[in-house]
């Protein structure tokens, strides 16, 4: 019994933080939703051990060549930072029922007030033990560990450990396949550095590409459109889940003022029924919806491509992008402002203050929305982009607006009335333009960026989520009379497809088709590489839609990507390997048919073949996939 504890004390001696990666290894037995991992993914399981180690033996090198009130800094620093993200990983379990390390990460260094708005408004005296006892237990195993370690430690053992922590982190870092099988302080430490190489490389590379894209003369040929040319206002609703909009059935009437506008203009009102949005992030829905290309295709052809506004722009259109959001995350303003705008509104542009997510209030957003409109309309035709961000989760929405009472146990009201909000600025668009004689030649489509599992069927966060209940969205097109006598034929297939699979990234064909500039010879030849379709012409409803959240603009610590045709779709996750879902007799998603034993239809099987070519042809496909 001596000789175990002698053997005890002197691996402590050498490794005096062993314990404290013990402690992540507990929180994630504690967290991590699956345990069916392959050969492959144990191996980074393990491997993500080991450099946990390496990286808080490193740490404690590095404070062995401190004294004093430094040492204590860094040592308390260094477990209070420990011990908060460990309370984030908790709170986001409870909230998001998703291991989140990753997530916990982004939102503490990119999103801090939306991470700090969850863990207030889902209050638990659990989050502040774990953040108390954390930072005891660091501390006091740091602490300890100086004491005993002394005698172990020489230079040659500070060198290489330094050598050992940096190699460490450039390794997790700069591989992004199986990410998410790391014990949470290595998925940290990585994604620490993926953050870090994105803002410091990423942007600078994205802009360099950015300058790569064509002029306008690559894009249009024609002659410039004219004073009497159609106009377009593109609404891009944050996070609107389909089943919360009364539009689409929901029980609590959350879109009352766009109901209104339906029911008094039923002939100028198209809504889409089987629409999905190619990722479930932001980040990566908004370059495919302003695109045309899934997120699926090369990071350069996603820079070098033209956007909505490039291709309206070159035509003559007076062009803008106003948002109620941050641009300055995931290099979103390098990405989107560049000379294809006459004016671009982002937070990071405005003196407004931050209310939800890293957003303004929307009405700040609608008045420079208005303000934009009016002074156009003085100058020409215009394409104006208006994103909301009151419908972020959790939601916001000021008290002279609420239906709902947010202060009592209803978890539903803010969210809710946050819908309430959005359709109460929509009713005042719609108000504007009537006043203002715009509304006989203004076109307005109106689109959700990606959708929100709030009933919380698959217990998965949104970004991990390629399920309906995440990733259906409210798609609707209001075109006042004029536009459609010039459209013809092409309006009725826009009814006709109203109830066709769709996806964002067919809103922009089908909008230069709106406007009439698809038949310049240069445009076409841009539409004909495009993913997406103009829903004024014909559409497959078995076409294969991509659904991916892994882009040249983020990467996430858990991999996936959906593939749908008409009702069936497969997922493939990396913890679990493909599913196939049949969404008309199954529209929750419960049943898997490829589960043992299950006898697949033809068409089934005919989807996974399909899917399997479509993945063996693309390559950021093939990186992610899991079999």
Not at 174 to 200: E, Q, T, W, Y
Not at 241 to 266: K, N
Not at 275 to 295: C, D, E, I, R, W
Not at 370 to 386: H, K, S, Y
Request: aromatic share 10%; net charge negative.
């Amino acid at each position: 019994m001596r000789d175990k504890f002698t053997a005890g004390r002197r691996l402590l001696a050498h490794c005096p933080l062993l314990p404290i990666t013990a402690l992540w290894l507990l929180i994630d037995v504690w967290l991590r939703p699956s345990w069916d991992l392959r050969f492959m993914q144990w191996l980074w399981w393990i491997a993500s051990i080991v450099f946990s180690l390496v990286m808080w033996q490193g740490a404690f090198a590095a404070s062995r060549r401190m004294g004093g009130w430094l040492q204590t800094a860094w040592v308390y620093s260094a477990a209070l930072s420990a011990a908060a993200l460990v309370m984030l990983a908790v709170a986001f379990h409870h909230i998001f029922y998703t291991w989140p390390t990753a997530y916990a990460m982004v939102h503490m260094l990119r999103e801090p007030r939306e991470a700090w708005g969850y863990i207030r408004d889902g209050y638990d005296p659990l989050y502040w033990l774990v953040l108390v006892v954390g930072t005891v237990y660091i501390v006091g195993w740091w602490r300890w560990g100086l004491r005993w370690a002394l005698p172990a430690y020489g230079r040659v053992q500070h060198g290489m450990l330094s050598v050992l922590c940096v190699a460490g982190l450039v390794l997790f870092g700069a591989i992004h396949r199986h990410a998410s099988f790391m014990v949470p302080d290595a998925a940290i430490a990585k994604l620490a550095v993926d953050l870090g190489v994105n803002a410091a490389i990423g942007g600078v590379r994205g802009r360099l590409l950015q300058a790569r894209r064509p002029a306008p003369a690559e894009i249009y040929g024609g002659s410039p459109v004219g004073a009497a040319a159609p106009n377009l206002i593109l609404v891009i609703g944050e996070s609107v889940a389909l089943s919360r909009t009364g539009l689409y059935g929901y029980a609590r009437q959350t879109t009352p003022r766009l109901a209104a506008v339906r029911d008094a203009r039923p002939d100028d009102w198209v809504q889409l029924e089987r629409a999905v949005a190619n990722a479930s992030a932001t980040k990566v829905a908004l370059p495919a919806l302003l695109s045309g290309l899934f997120p699926s295709r090369e990071s350069v052809e996603q820079h070098t491509f033209p956007l909505l506004y490039h291709y309206v722009k070159a035509a003559g259109y007076k062009t803008a992008l106003i948002t109620s959001q941050s641009y300055a995350w995931n290099n979103l303003e390098g990405f989107f402002l560049d000379a294809g705008l006459d004016h671009a509104f982002t937070l990071e542009r405005s003196d407004a203050e931050i209310v939800n997510s890293e957003g303004m209030d929307d009405r700040r957003m609608l008045a420079e929305g208005l303000a934009t409109i009016d002074r156009f309309a003085q100058e020409g035709p215009f394409v104006v982009v208006l994103q909301f961000n009151c419908t972020h989760y959790p939601g916001y929405s000021p008290p002279e607006v609420q239906v709902w009472d947010e202060s009592g146990g209803d978890r539903d009201a803010r969210y809710d009335n946050s819908i309430v909000y959005m359709d109460h600025l929509l009713g005042m668009l719609f108000e504007h333009l009537d006043e203002t004689g715009l509304a006989d030649n203004t076109s307005v489509v109106f689109a959700a960026d990606h959708g929100e599992d709030l009933g919380v069927v698959h217990k998965l966060h949104r970004t991990d989520s390629y399920y309906q209940t995440t990733i259906a969205v409210p798609v609707f097109f209001v075109i006042p009379e004029r536009q459609r006598q010039r459209l013809g034929a092409g309006f009725a297939r826009l009814r006709s497809n109203a109830g066709v699979r769709t996806a964002l990234t067919d809103l922009v064909p089908t909008a230069l088709d709106l406007l009439g500039l698809s038949g310049d010879a240069k445009v076409k030849r841009w539409l004909e590489q495009l993913d997406g379709r103009s829903l004024l012409r014909p559409v497959a409803d078995d076409r294969l839609v991509v659904v991916v959240n892994t882009d040249e603009h983020v990467r996430w610590s858990r991999k996936g990507y959906a593939i749908l045709a008409g009702d069936l779709k497969l997922i493939n996750y990396s913890w679990t390997g493909s599913m196939l879902f049949d969404l008309a007799s199954d529209a929750l998603e419960q049943r898997d048919l490829l589960e043992a034993g299950a006898v697949l239809s033809p068409e089934g099987r005919q989807h996974v073949q399909r899917v399997a070519e479509l993945v063996e042809q693309t390559a950021s496909l093939r990186e992610i996939h899991t079999d």
